[in-house]
């Protein structure tokens, strides 16, 4: 008979901090990406501006 017992607490604190830094990474890199993205947009449509205009 034998009990499940875990005998090192610490481990699974370890893989939550683990999990809560790999997912605050993705969201940086997401919102990153984003900025990056709606930048490159702004620059983009403000050169078609320019060009139509000028």
């Given amino acids: 008979m ?3 017992v875990n005998l090192l ?3 699974e604190e370890k893989r939550a901090q683990y999990r809560q830094r790999f997912v605050q990474l993705v969201i ?3 919102l990153i ?3 990056i993205q ?3 947009v702004g ?3 403000k050169s078609k ?3 139509v205009l000028g």
Avoid: N
Wanted: proline content about 5%.
């Fill in 38 to 40: 709606w930048g490159l």
């Fill in 28 to 30: 940086l890199g997401v």
């Fill in 43 to 45: 620059i983009y449509s």
């Fill in 2 to 4: 034998l009990h499940d």
């Fill in 49 to 51: 501006t320019i060009k």
């Fill in 9 to 11: 607490p610490w481990r």
């Fill in 33 to 35: 990406a984003v900025g």
